[in-house]
């Protein structure tokens, strides 16, 4: 058995608490844009209220990760494993937060029947899960081919940002009444932008987790 | 001793082998010692850390079945190569051990020791001596008012500060510290660690040490030894954060050694 046996099982806790919370705000990023497709009001509210349980799980992590440091003084691999767990959990947060300002859209926009279809926008919120699961997956799995693969997506999804939001603000004109929810969705557009960008910033993390090497995947 | 040279390497040891009789303690050694740096030497019990550091005053030779070969050259001279006046080379190359050992003799004389065997005399040139080796080790304010006082009667931390200013009295260039804190308390343990990062603007200091936090505050470079062969040198910053060699990692890590 490893001298460190217990170090260990601590930094695999460490891990499966991460990964228990980036599930919980994959769920609640899902639950969002539902709750926005079938402009239901109950749903948003519930993906706000579960952000406490959210930021809870990140203060757990976070207390964890410094006891650790604390009574371990981890090096090399150890302390890349610990620093990446607490900078991963802060982007997983961040995503919980931007499920959370997604319910607060539907909200603002109410029961208001859309003006047009709402098509691209899932499609788009599509993407930037899968960005999401395969970061994560990377981070499970230490997988720098599956950071990379992650990260050449944020373009994509760049692209689709911009050609979504200058298709929406093309609306107002013609459709004055509805300039509030062509705003928020606007907005949306925007969050799942950020949500790609978290994504990478995850896949980033696994790189450096791996190789001790810090990369930016966006250029 | 011959001039130093220009370089920035005080010792250049190349395809260092070391004999015990039959056992083959150090593996072709090649290990450059940077001037004004503290190195670090780290390693499990037995890897040949504290041999290596005995070979760089040539302490190793009171061992009786001691054999060499290769190169240790220092400030250009290979000490091996040629008949080495022992006591001219440990001038320039001062040792600490892992516990303070004074001499039985007064804290005055204790610093006065190597500069007498090197010659020196005069009280005034003596007394200039001791007071800057006791204040470069921050122990003067401690002692200055019982210099004639024994040793011995010191706290364990006081007598290792001692045992350095004793070693510095003679100004050394290099300064060897065998474990020189493993036999103090914390607080002791903090005060000879500042004491290095001092000193390293002065020295070139060359420490083994089993505590790896230790390594990784006061060295520049760090090298891992195990079972004879250096393994890895590097940057501390570089063993400590992302080390080359999975065995360095492994013993970094507590997972083997």
């Known amino acids: ?219 | 001793m011959s001039a130093p040279t220009l370089t920035r390497q005080v010792f250049d040891i190349r395809d260092l082998n070391l004999w015990y009789g039959d056992h083959h303690a150090l593996k072709n050694i090649n290990f450059p010692i940077n001037k004004k740096e503290v190195t670090a030497i780290i390693g499990p019990s037995g890897c040949g850390k504290s041999t290596f550091i005995k070979t760089l005053n040539l302490m190793i030779n009171m061992v009786p079945s001691v054999k060499m070969t290769g190169e240790i050259n220092f400030n250009g001279q290979n000490i091996l190569g040629e008949k080495m006046d022992l006591v001219e080379l440990r001038k320039h190359v001062g040792m600490v051990f892992q516990k303070g050992n004074p001499f039985p003799q007064s804290i005055y004389d204790n610093v006065a020791y190597g500069p007498r065997v090197h010659g020196i005399k005069k009280k005034k040139h003596l007394d200039e001596l001791v007071i800057k080796s006791l204040m470069d080790v921050a122990l003067w304010e401690e002692v200055k008012d019982r210099l004639t006082a024994p040793a011995l009667g010191l706290s364990g931390g006081q007598q290792q500060r001692l045992c350095i200013a004793r070693a510095l009295a003679t100004k050394p260039d290099v300064l060897l510290m065998d474990e020189p804190t493993s036999a103090l308390d914390p607080i002791s343990t903090l005060k000879i660690e500042e004491l290095i990062l001092e000193l390293k603007e002065k020295y070139t200091i060359v420490i083994v040490t089993h505590n790896m936090q230790q390594a990784s505050r006061v060295s520049n470079k760090t090298a891992f030894f195990l079972m004879g062969e250096l393994i890895e040198l590097d940057s501390t910053s570089t063993i400590f954060s992302n080390p080359n060699d999975s065995r360095t990692e492994g013993y970094i890590t507590g997972r083997f050694g």
């Open chain 1, 1 to 219: 058995m490893s001298a460190r046996a217990n170090f260990d099982n601590n930094l695999k806790e460490l891990k499966e608490m991460l990964l228990e919370m980036a599930h919980k705000s994959e769920q609640a990023m899902k639950e969002s844009m539902v709750a926005l497709l079938n402009q239901d009001m109950d749903k948003a509210k519930k993906v706000i209220d579960g952000d406490n349980e959210i930021d809870d799980m990140e203060d757990a992590i976070n207390n964890k990760a410094l006891l650790l440091i604390a009574r371990e003084s981890p090096v090399a691999t150890d302390l890349r494993k610990i620093s990446v767990a607490l900078k991963v959990s802060s982007e997983v947060e961040r995503l919980a937060d931007i499920a959370v300002n997604i319910a607060k859209s539907t909200l603002q926009i109410g029961n208001e029947e859309y003006f047009k279809d709402i098509i691209d926008i899932p499609k788009m919120m599509g993407m930037a899960l899968e960005m999401v699961s395969e970061s994560i997956t990377a981070y499970y799995s230490e997988d720098i081919e599956i950071a990379k693969k992650c990260a050449e997506k944020d373009d994509a999804v760049d692209n689709m940002f911009g050609d979504l939001i200058q298709e929406l603000l093309s609306y107002i004109p013609k459709n004055p009444n509805a300039t509030n929810q062509i705003i928020q969705l606007s907005f949306v557009c925007r969050f799942i932008e950020r949500i790609a960008d978290h994504s990478t910033n995850i896949a980033e993390n696994v790189v450096y987790l791996v190789t001790g090497k810090r990369i930016n995947l966006n250029e």
